[in-house]
């Protein structure tokens, strides 16, 4: 309620490994359009225009308002890793992140 375009995301895989592991919470707050060019090269919870979220370094593409979403763990299993030139509906650099307690 406080933050209406805070972002929060737990984290499901390795994808993300060394920097965020399965069960670790993250969030931030929504850049949309021409504002997601400030956090370009960041560690991002992205929101894909199916709806989906996940959490990804965000680079540029080469084409238009298209980016590549990518994995920091180069080894991981996860299909759908990498997104290649691919358009966004939102993107939140991530500032909260809290590892889950077992």
């Known amino acids: 309620q406080l933050h209406p375009n805070a972002a929060t995301l737990k984290i ?9 592991n399965k069960g670790d919470w993250v969030s931030g707050i929504k850049c949309y359009e021409d504002a997601i060019l400030a956090i ?5 919870i992205i929101e894909l225009e199916t709806g989906l979220f996940i959490c990804r370094l965000l680079k540029l593409s080469e084409r238009k308002k298209h ?4 994995c920091t763990n180069l080894y991981t299993d ?3 890793s990498t997104y ?8 939140a650099r991530i500032i909260w992140h809290r590892k889950e307690i077992k």
């Open 84 to 91: 290649l030139d691919t358009k966004i509906t939102s993107a």
């Open 78 to 80: 996860v299909a759908n």
């Open 67 to 70: 980016y590549q979403l990518l």
């Open 12 to 20: 499901e895989d390795e994808a993300m490994l060394p920097f965020y």
């Open 40 to 44: 370009v090269n960041q560690l991002c």
